[in-house]
């Protein structure tokens, strides 16, 4: 069996909308899942770079809610963090579960791509497949050969086919600091919230003529899936371009991250589904 | 020339974004700003003085190889360097 780590979580009223567990929180609470078995089964994130230049970057990240886990439903939840080695090492997958009161709330994956940092001052790197020496301590179960699934391109696949089109809106953000990790290129776990300001401000302005995008009120998120091409870096500023779709009488959003620098405007791709 | 540099590269630039370098190619006009900002100089350039490949030079929007940094430019063009990974 692959290693796990476990992490119990106290709750705090941040974590949760009225609904739910708020993804951004899941995500970022993942993330430091990934910490953690960094720590306790390969070298910590810390030393993953100092010392063994290796750091990762994120492809993409997804999560499916299932049991309900509000704020008040107990004093807080855990969460199981398992890391596998995908793809001649040039990726890796963090697999998620959290679990509460009634349950297993969500699970949830991020993708990665290991990085080899060029430079240790600024932290620039490049991809480059985990060296010898740090997949020498994964178990030979945590080193899978095969290409991870793309569940992203499946959906966008399903929207586009069997999805009528209600609405499009966008919203313009700043890459300000507190939306950035150590290197200063934005945190990946901030996506939820550019896609939620945009999602609720079309819902604002068009929700009189078209009721269904008020589910994105009421209802938790079922589901979502992000797949990232480009970075932000501090003080860059980006776009998100909103298309509201009824899928199967749901709501199903579909937002593309862009920007108007130079070298390719697609920073990235996310789908909510309610 | 007018250098704009990309966010992560601004704690070495006294959080300077645009700067304008007169210079008569791209090339001489890295040489030079790097002389006014030496802190950049390690993260820009690698040991032989060649542009890293982790940045990615534009000069009015096209894309420059490290191969074509000798591109005279004039004091309007626009001189973008972002630092390129794939993923977030």
């Not at chain 1, 886990?69 to 793809?87: H, I, K, V």
């Not at chain 1, 929207?159 to 950035?180: K, N, Y």
């Not at chain 2, 030496?38 to 191969?67: S, T």
């Amino acid at each position: 069996m692959p290693r796990t780590v476990t992490v119990d979580v106290v709750s705090d009223t941040g974590h949760f909308t009225p609904l739910q567990l708020q993804p951004r929180a899941l995500l970022s609470l993942g993330f430091n899942g990934l910490a953690h078995w960094l720590r306790e089964h390969l070298v910590s994130f810390p030393r993953l770079i100092a010392e063994q230049r290796t750091s990762v970057v994120i492809l993409a990240a997804g999560i499916t809610y299932e049991a309900p886990c509000r704020f008040f439903d107990g004093d807080g939840f855990s969460l199981r963090a398992t890391l596998q080695a995908r793809r001649q090492a040039s990726r890796a997958e963090l697999g998620l579960e959290i679990h509460g009161a009634q349950g297993r709330a969500a699970t949830a994956r991020i993708l990665l791509c290991p990085v080899r940092i060029d430079d240790p001052v600024s932290l620039a790197a490049s991809p480059a497949p985990f060296s010898p020496a740090v997949l020498g301590r994964f178990r030979p179960d945590e080193i899978d050969p095969t290409s991870p699934a793309r569940p992203l391109a499946a959906l966008q696949e399903e929207v586009a086919r069997d999805g009528e089109l209600l609405a499009t809106g966008q919203h313009a953000f700043t890459m300000h600091r507190h939306l950035c990790e150590v290197a200063d290129q934005w945190a990946f776990f901030e996506v939820p919230g550019f896609v939620g300001a945009s999602r609720e401000a079309l819902a604002l302005g068009r929700g009189g003529d078209v009721p269904l995008l008020r589910q994105g009120f009421g209802e938790p998120l079922r589901r979502l899936e992000i797949e990232l091409s480009r970075p932000y870096f501090w003080l860059e500023e980006g776009l998100v371009e909103t298309s509201a779709y009824r899928l199967k009488d749901r709501l199903a959003m579909v937002h593309r991250l862009s920007s108007n620098l130079p070298g390719g405007d697609q920073h990235g791709i996310a789908i909510e589904l309610f | 020339m007018k250098i704009t540099l990309s966010g992560n590269l601004l704690r070495f630039s006294k959080f300077q974004r645009e700067i304008d370098v007169p210079a008569p190619t791209v090339a001489e006009g890295l040489t030079r700003l790097c002389g006014e900002m030496p802190q950049l100089r390690p993260v820009l350039l690698d040991g032989a003085g060649q542009l890293r490949k982790v940045h990615r030079l534009f000069v009015n929007r096209d894309q420059l190889m490290n191969d074509e940094l000798g591109r005279p430019v004039g004091a309007e063009d626009e001189v973008m360097i972002l630092t390129a990974i794939a993923g977030g």
